[in-house]
């Protein structure tokens, strides 16, 4: 059974740049036609989708983000990594990684990951 | 860009309710690609329903979901005490590739 696990600092400085990464336990991120998103969403709000990434390194960037987001992947070590630079106080929120299937749902999620932004 | 909005915000039910939820987005949607998520507090969303009416594995058969275009519904045919939680739908846009949530709907305990 394929799960995910965020990691990564739990605090961060405004301006500076926020770096998770998502391992995938109980099966190959390389196999099968999956996409593999960051989703964030703040305390008390709705889910905000922030990119994803095939394993042939292909990426798709919610265009609100764009120019500060890149998300890579190691399927050497099954995992895939965000990174948001130029981070402010609106950038603090728990954040997911998610697996998307055919059908472009996610079914399956890491249990999350709480950043905070601030000095 | 796609707007997803759910109503009502909130809706008070008591067990063995039925439950109707309602998502419209602004534009027509796939009906491959809408998605229905239940979330708890500190937990993340679980996949309900896909391509607008298909459960998940292990979803109970209680929950259903249907409509097309703009309009979808997520239907809890009697609310069981687990059901009380926040619920979200959700889309997917080709072109450019993007998804989409709406702004939840909580369900309560009256």
């Known amino acids: 059974q394929v799960q995910l696990q965020e990691s990564g600092p739990g605090l961060v400085k405004p301006s500076q740049t926020l770096s998770l990464t998502c391992t995938v336990s109980?099966?190959?991120?390389?196999?099968?036609?999956?996409?593999w998103s960051w989703i964030r969403q703040p305390a008390g709000k709705g889910l905000e989708w922030i990119g994803r990434i095939y394993t042939s390194g292909s990426t798709n960037y919610n265009p609100s983000l764009k120019s500060r987001v890149t998300i890579s992947v190691d399927t050497s070590k099954n995992q895939f990594s965000l990174k948001l630079s130029s981070v402010t106080a609106a950038d603090t929120a728990v954040y997911y990684c998610?697996?998307?299937?055919?059908?472009?749902?996610?079914?399956?999620w890491g249990q999350g990951t709480m950043v905070t932004v601030s000095s | 860009e796609i707007v997803l909005t759910q109503s009502p915000g909130t809706l008070s039910l008591s067990p063995g309710e039925r439950a109707t939820l309602s998502c419209r987005a602004s534009?027509?949607?796939?009906?491959?690609?809408l998605a229905w998520y239940q979330q708890k507090p500190g937990q993340a969303p679980r996949l309900l329903i896909y391509?607008?009416?298909s459960r998940a594995t292990g979803i109970p058969d209680r929950f259903s979901g249907s409509g097309s275009g703009t309009d979808f519904t997520l239907t809890i045919s009697r609310l069981e005490p687990e059901d009380f939680a926040v619920y979200y739908c959700?889309?997917?846009?080709?072109?450019?590739?993007?998804?989409?949530f709406g702004q939840g709907t909580k369900v309560e305990i009256k």
């Open positions: 109980g099966g190959s991120i390389s196999s099968g036609s999956y996409y």
């Open positions: 959700q889309q997917y846009g080709s072109s450019p590739p993007r998804w989409t």
């Open positions: 391509g607008a009416s």
């Open positions: 998610a697996r998307s299937t055919y059908y472009h749902a996610f079914d399956i």
């Open positions: 534009q027509s949607v796939s009906s491959s690609y």
